[in-house]
């Protein structure tokens, strides 16, 4: 089955950096790559997403890159923001239709004012 | 897009005893699942409910234990049986978009804390 790494589990950042978070997945079957921010006591939901035959989606300050052959994914959010704290959560979707993600472990972004 | 209502939204329980937890969606959707995630851990996939015929279970979670239901396409239940602090966690109930485009609605959850 599919198997995605993400790092790293904790990233501290000063508001206005830049903030980087690197998923790896194992199955090249996959081909939607979503990402969800999960707030504090909140449901997780779907802040980008990109699919295998784009190599690059951007929305205002976030951004996320695919490298099909390397099998890696990164989420770039630049100019962040507290509000942008959170945990972020990579996912790995198949073809085929079943449209069961694999999740990523996490990442606990925290943007100090 | 879809509205999803899930109750109770937390819950202290005793050992050995059960809960149920129900998913309500404002619209039919084909794709309902509920996972699970333990304090600070990602989302783990507890089984996809199918409508009419039992759930499709993973690795690791069986139907004694997590009993589903989905009598129709906008609401589903999920037991948590003879429960122990270990199954102490937040169950979140998830449906795919109809418009099939992968992406997933969470419900907010149900915080459940075993004693």
């Known amino acids: 089955g599919e198997n995605v790494e993400q790092h790293p589990s904790t990233l501290s950042v000063q508001e206005g950096d830049s903030a980087v978070i690197k998923c790896t997945y194992s199955?090249?079957?996959?081909?939607?790559f979503p990402w969800y921010k999960q707030e504090l006591g909140k449901r997780p939901q779907l802040i980008i997403d990109?699919?295998?035959?784009?190599g690059e989606k951007k929305d205002q300050r976030i951004a996320v890159t695919l490298n099909k052959t390397a099998k890696h994914f990164s989420l770039h959010i630049t100019e962040t923001q507290p509000e942008d704290s959170a945990v972020y959560f990579c996912?790995?979707?198949?073809?085929?239709?079943?449209?069961?993600?694999?999740f990523g472990r996490g990442t606990s972004l925290i943007v100090h004012p | 897009s879809a509205v999803i209502s899930q109750k109770p939204s937390r819950d202290i329980c005793q050992r050995g005893t059960s809960l149920t937890i129900q998913c309500q969606v404002d619209s039919q959707v084909t794709m309902m699942f509920w996972y699970r995630q333990q304090p600070g851990q990602s989302l783990t996939l507890i089984a996809t409910a199918n409508q009419g015929s039992e759930a499709t279970y993973e690795s690791g979670f069986v139907i004694d234990k997590f009993p589903i239901s989905r009598p129709n396409l906008t609401f589903s239940t999920l037991t948590v049986s003879n429960m122990s602090p270990e199954d102490s966690s937040i169950y979140l109930c998830?449906?795919?978009?109809?418009?099939?485009?992968?992406?997933?609605?969470f419900g907010e959850g149900s915080r459940l804390t075993v004693l």
């Open positions: 990109i699919r295998s035959n784009v």
């Open positions: 998830s449906v795919a978009d109809r418009a099939n485009t992968g992406e997933l609605f």
């Open positions: 199955d090249s079957a996959s081909n939607y």
């Open positions: 996912a790995a979707t198949p073809s085929g239709g079943s449209y069961i993600p694999t």
